[in-house]
């Protein structure tokens, strides 16, 4: 029920996703109330980019913060990660152009950041309570934030490939259900799609290493297999985990997504925010959050 962030610096290293390139980043402990900020020397000139939805820039096959001209892409793992293990406050100084791949999952951020451990802080936590339901569509794609007694999230996928088909799960979060059905579960790509996402720059340092790879008869080409029989639709989960997380406070409600991504991961949270009686802000130690959950 109380702010958290870390005991001590950790620095984590690896190669972007889609960038290729080496890149590192160094978490450090913040003071209550600061929230998850990205740091980048442009020059001699510090930039910070709050970790917040509206400094979103770009969601394509990843989410992309920026400010000043200077962004962090594919920012959503290790975001997720945060909130999965209930980290409100933390600065991350960021050395390259995104945030390392890792194996394509939350795990590594995970281990990583609990070799350091979380310090309980002594202010409240707040949340942002769904009181009516906000949805957004384009097409088969949707994604609402509805009023629940527990943070939940809940998706549905469909693709034309015999490894995943049609997939859904649900699951209540906290940080041990995010921890044991949802953080290992990694990104996946089609192989027959590589060569293209790398002519528009995108997927440059992708490999069996950091994502699952499916061939075009649902081969699944990594050589351990999946970690779970629906890894997919578990991912798209962390996914929205670590994208919703940019509204600022954990969300008390549930989220629906349906064959959706990142765009709509950030349209239906900026739906929510421009219709204030659709949601209140309360802190842990109110007995209106205490009935809640």
Known sequence: MFQKTIRSACQIKGIGLHSGEDTSIT???????TGIVFSVMRGDHEVEIPARCENVVRTTMSTTLGREGVEVGTVEHLMAALSGLEI???RIKVEGPEIPAMDGSALPFISR????G????SAPRSYIKVLKPVVVEDGERVAGLFPAHLPTYSFLIEFDNAAIRTQSYKV???AQT???HLAKARTFGFMAEVELLKSRGLARGAGLENAVGLGPDGTVLNPGGLRYDNEFVRHKILDAVGDLSLIGNPILGEYRGIKSGHEMNLRVQKALMAQPGSWEM???NTAQVAQAV
């Open 178 to 180: 995010f921890v044991a």
């Open 113 to 116: 950041i609990m070799e350091v």
């Open 282 to 284: 309360v802190t842990a």
């Open 118 to 121: 979380r310090r309980v802080q």
């Open 88 to 90: 409100d406050n933390v």
């Open 172 to 174: 209540h979060l906290n």
């Open 27 to 33: 978490l450090l402990p913040a003071a209550e109330h």
